[in-house]
């Protein structure tokens, strides 16, 4: 009995430790990368989802340049073509964050879509949100050559 007490409080303990890890001003944003196989633009039923992808979360203060960027955190999509990147130390709203493409591991799909390269991520505590999760849009790239389904179903009415 008293082994099973031990075992119990050194679990807890580890758990607390773990749930420490967390700090109440991190982050985490949460998005997914597809392949853009009909290069409409915006993802369709025929897009697929990249696994491997390499993406970004690069923050730079409201008041820097564009190209400023002060801080990043790097992220690598799963099987599903999802990501999830921890932002350490919030710096609230005098911060701008996206999470922007790096590279596509797949042939043939490798072309950044302009307006689909980044998805901006609103980071601030305020912002009405209960979670430190927060999600972008999926970000996407152009495969070489659409497929042939695609005229049918980019026309569909």
Not at 56 to 77: I, P
Not at 94 to 99: F, G, P, R
């Amino acid at each position: 009995m008293k082994m099973a007490r031990w075992s119990v409080m050194i679990m807890v303990a580890v758990a607390a430790s773990v749930v420490g890890a967390v700090r109440q001003d991190d982050f985490f944003v949460e998005g997914s990368v597809y392949c853009d196989t009909c290069r409409a633009g915006f993802v369709t039923n025929a897009s697929t989802p990249i696994a491997g992808a390499k993406v970004r979360l690069e923050c730079r203060h409201f008041m820097s340049n564009k190209d400023a960027v002060e801080r990043s955190a790097d992220g690598v999509t799963d099987g599903a073509g999802r990501y999830r990147i921890e932002l350490e130390d919030n710096r609230g709203s005098e911060e701008e964050c996206a999470v922007v493409l790096v590279s596509s591991p797949v042939a043939g799909c490798t072309e950044k879509e302009p307006g689909r390269d980044r998805a901006d991520v609103d980071l601030v505590e305020d912002a009405g949100l209960a979670t430190p999760v927060r999600r972008a849009n999926p970000i996407g790239f152009l495969t070489d050559h659409p497929l042939p389904i695609c005229e049918e179903l980019i026309n569909i009415n």
